[in-house]
Nanobody, 118 residues
Framework: QVQFVESGGGLVQPGGSLRLSCAAS????????IGWYRQAPGKQRELVAT???????NYAESVKGRFTISRDNAKNTVNLQMNSLKPEDTAVYYC????????????WGQGTQVTVSS
């Protein structure tokens, strides 16, 4: 199955923005739902946003209105635009197929670190 490589993280001040990218090793055209997940130190991994083939998206309440997930099937990429960042957004961000995560069969990449701090 396809693997994902996350990039775009970094250090940003509260209120700032970052755009994360998830590059797939193969076609994502037939993958129905892809999500961005994050895990903060000492916390459980949580689902941040999900996007389906038709480009409809769902967001965690904590990021709704601030984050936007998008996918480009032609480029095999999934992006996460993060605006109005808060310190509580600090985490390692990962992307993965929702089905794989639900089945417990997915593998996780290295993720990309997002640090929101003054």
């Amino acid at each position: 199955q396809v693997q994902f490589v996350e990039s775009g993280g970094g250090l940003v001040q509260p209120g700032g923005s970052l755009r994360l990218s998830c590059a797939a090793s193969g076609s994502i055209f037939s993958i129905y739902a892809i999500g961005w997940y994050r895990q903060a130190p000492g916390k459980q991994r949580e689902l941040v946003a999900t996007i389906i083939r038709e480009n409809a998206a769902n967001y965690a309440e904590s990021v709704k209105g601030r984050f936007t997930i998008s996918r480009d099937n032609a480029k095999n990429t999934v992006n996460l635009q993060m605006n109005s960042l808060k310190p509580e957004d600090t985490a390692v961000y990962y992307c993965n197929t929702d089905l794989g995560v639900q089945k417990g069969t997915s593998s996780w990449g290295q993720g990309t670190q997002v640090t929101v701090s003054s």
